[in-house]
């Protein structure tokens, strides 16, 4: 159980185009999804926190106009980035608490974004 | 803003051996402590969730909690090559929706 898929798992993409990732809670309704970005040999920095049909919350520095987050239904959430950048390369990972018990986080398997 | 500290290694370990990771927070309301491994290249996996003081055993991990300290350990039984990663203490922060992750401590046990 408590499995979170997401898709792509890599994409390529040229300067100033948008890339959507999409986060899905496979056999659990989640409450809350998170997005976080993690630059190699670095810690996880949490992007963003969404709850199903209210506007995300995002974290100090982070650009909600670039990094657009919809949270549809209790299974769903999507990330998608903005005229992409070099500079917004990263591994980009979601994870999602479950309804029935929000204080744990089920983690996606990432996705890892190149920018050229 | 509650705070969660680890070494980040590397630590390294025979194979065999005990690996003991800490990880210490910085407030005393917190009542839930999770445990992550992370892989190289891929994301966190949940590996321990302990609630309440004293040792939690699953398998070959132990996770001790100390709430007076404001410390979590995990202990790694029997040490293994593929136990090699970075584990990642969390937090619930204080308003119990976030969670405030460790920098995280680099294991590597060697063969």
């Known amino acids: 159980g408590a499995v979170v898929s997401q898709h792509p798992s890599r994409v390529i993409c040229k300067s100033g185009t948008s890339v959507k990732i999409e986060c899905r809670s496979l056999?659990?309704?989640?409450?809350?999804m998170f997005w976080y970005r993690q630059f190699p040999k670095k810690s996880l920095m949490l992007m963003a926190t969404?709850?199903?049909?209210?506007?995300?919350?995002?974290e100090q520095g982070v650009e909600k106009d670039k990094f657009l987050i919809n949270h549809a239904s209790l299974t769903l959430s999507t990330l998608t980035v903005t005229s992409a950048h070099p500079e917004d390369s990263s591994f980009y990972i979601c994870s999602a608490s479950p309804m029935v018990k929000d204080d744990e986080q089920f983690f996606g398997p990432g996705t890892r974004l190149t920018v050229l | 803003q509650k705070e969660v500290e680890q070494n980040s290694g590397p630590l390294s370990v025979p194979e065999g051996a005990i690996a003991s990771l800490n990880c210490t927070y910085s407030?005393?309301?917190?009542?839930?402590f999770f445990w992550y491994r992370q892989y190289s290249g891929k994301s966190p996996e949940l590996i321990m969730s302990i609630y309440s003081n004293g040792d939690k055993e699953d398998g070959r991990f132990t996770a001790q909690l100390n709430k007076a300290s404001q410390y979590v350990s995990l202990l790694i039984r029997d040490s293994q090559p593929s136990d090699s990663a970075t584990y990642l203490c969390a937090v619930p922060d204080n308003y119990g929706q976030n969670f405030v992750f460790g920098p995280g401590t680099r294991l590597s046990v060697l063969p």
């Open positions: 407030d005393r309301v917190s009542q839930s």
């Open positions: 969404s709850n199903e049909g209210s506007k995300a919350t995002y």
């Open positions: 056999d659990f309704q989640a409450t809350t």
